[in-house]
Every structure is written in structure tokens, then in C-alpha cells.
T-cell receptor, first 114, second 117 residues
Framework: AQSVAQPEDQVNVAEGNPLTVKCTYS??????LFWYVQYPNRGLQFLLK??????LVKGSYGFEAEFNKSQTSFHLKKPSALVSDSALYFC????????????FGKGTSLLVTP | NAGVTQTPKFQVLKTGQSMTLQCAQD?????MSWYRQDPGMGLRLIHY???????DQGEVPNGYNVSRSTTEDFPLRLLSAAPSQTSVYFC????????????????FGNGTRLTVT
């Protein structure tokens, strides 16, 4: 089964510092990976995806993610964190078996302090 | 552009009651799905549909029914509510079921917070 793991329940970062939210994947075949963000009392919003091509993927709100095949990772990064980046972040992988489904990680809560 | 609309926002049920959570999208998306979100468990897929008249089970389908009579609507029915169904429910849609559509972003509604007592 295609799956992702987010090893950290919470990440704390000071405003202005770089941030990293970790995600590792387990798939058979080529991975199709996604990051979503959830602000309080809202649904998830798409940030970025890796399908093929460059290992560094740029997305919304200044976020980027680095695909690393040898480490089976797809970490989310931002050079300079903002307080408004505080939210719940989900990594997801497309289930190749069905083609349709996204399997989500358990989420990582990011807290950016002033 | 409303996107994905879920109603109600909040609901309290007693054990054994039934109800329907509504989901509508105005983007002409073929694929629609229902997830539940529980603390520490992420999002788990309940049911999904790849077009009108076509539905299938996800990871946690027990206790829930769905139907898809139109492209726009995908209601989720709780047949006999149980405390274990206390959760936040999200409807999500995306375009197409062709190869390119598989990797299109999911669009989520703002959720329905359900409490079963």
C-alpha cells in the first residue's frame, strides 16, 4: 500500500527562521506526493505536488518541497517562517492501486512564534 | 465561485439517530470524496465517487452510505449514529478521472463537526 509518515506531531519555529516539516513515503513504483495545509476551522488547502521532474518543487505562500528518492522523503520547507504559517500540515501520496485516492499522513502542527 | 459547500457546519446527534451530511460543488468535478478527521489519525477516506451513479468504499466505510445522483451533490448518510462517529467530516472534489486528473489538487469544504452523544 502507498503510505506516508510524518514523524513529528509538532514543529516549533521562531518567526524569520527557516522551517522544515518532514514527510517520508513508502510506495511501489513512482511516487505522486502532495502537501496540504489546514488553518483552524477550515478545510485543507493544496500547497504543492511532486509528480516528476525537478526534485525541488515550489508551491503556494513561499513554500517548497524537496523530493529525495534515496531517502524516500518529501520534506516541506520555507526559508523564512511567518506567524501566519502556523497551521496543520499534511503530506499525502496518491494510491496507485486505485489511481483515485489520496492517502494522508497524520499531520504536523506548525507553531511559529514571534 | 463557491467551490465545495458543506452543510451543516455543526450537528449534535443522539445514539441511534440518522442524518445526512450535505456536500455540493460547483466546479463540475467528476471525483468527490468524504473524509473524517480525528486527532492523531489524520484524514481517513470513507467513500468516494468517480462520477454520477458510481461510488465505492474507502478505508472506513462502515456505518455510512453515499449516493451520487448528480455531478454536483454527494451526500453522506449516517444510518444509526454511534459515539465512535464523533468527528469532523470533510468533503473534497477534484477534476477528472483521466490520468491528468488523478494528480489534480483536491478542493475541500470547510467541514461538518459532528458530535454523537
Amino acid at each position: 500500500a502507498q503510505s506516508v509518515a510524518q514523524p513529528e506531531d509538532q514543529v516549533n519555529v521562531a518567526e524569520g527562521n527557516p522551517l522544515t516539516v518532514k514527510c517520508t513515503y513508502s510506495v511501489s513504483g513512482n511516487p505522486y506526493l502532495f502537501w496540504y495545509v489546514q488553518y483552524p476551522n477550515r478545510g485543507l488547502q493544496f500547497l504543492l505536488k511532486y509528480i516528476t521532474g525537478d526534485n525541488l518543487v515550489k508551491g503556494s505562500y513561499g513554500f517548497e518541497a524537496e523530493f529525495n528518492k534515496s531517502q524516500t522523503s518529501f520534506h516541506l520547507k520555507k526559508p523564512s517562517a511567518l506567524v501566519s504559517d502556523s497551521a496543520l500540515y499534511f503530506c499525502a501520496v496518491r494510491d496507485i492501486a486505485t489511481g483515485f485516492r489520496l492517502n494522508f499522513g497524520k499531520g504536523t502542527s506548525l507553531l511559529v512564534t514571534p | 465561485n463557491a467551490g465545495v459547500t458543506q452543510t451543516p457546519k455543526f450537528q449534535v446527534l443522539k445514539t441511534g439517530q440518522s442524518m445526512t451530511l450535505q456536500c455540493a460543488q460547483d466546479m463540475n468535478h467528476e471525483y468527490m470524496s468524504w473524509y473524517r478527521q480525528d486527532p492523531g489519525m489524520g484524514l481517513r477516506l470513507i467513500h468516494y465517487s468517480v462520477g454520477a451513479g458510481i461510488t465505492d468504499q474507502g478505508e472506513v466505510p462502515n456505518g455510512y452510505n453515499v449516493s451520487r445522483s448528480t455531478t454536483e451533490d454527494f451526500p453522506l448518510r449516517l444510518l444509526s449514529a454511534a459515539p465512535s462517529q464523533t468527528s469532523v467530516y470533510f468533503c473534497a472534489s477534484r477534476q477528472g478521472t483521466q490520468t491528468l486528473g488523478y494528480n489534480s489538487p483536491l478542493h475541500f469544504g470547510n467541514g461538518t463537526r459532528l458530535t454523537v452523544t
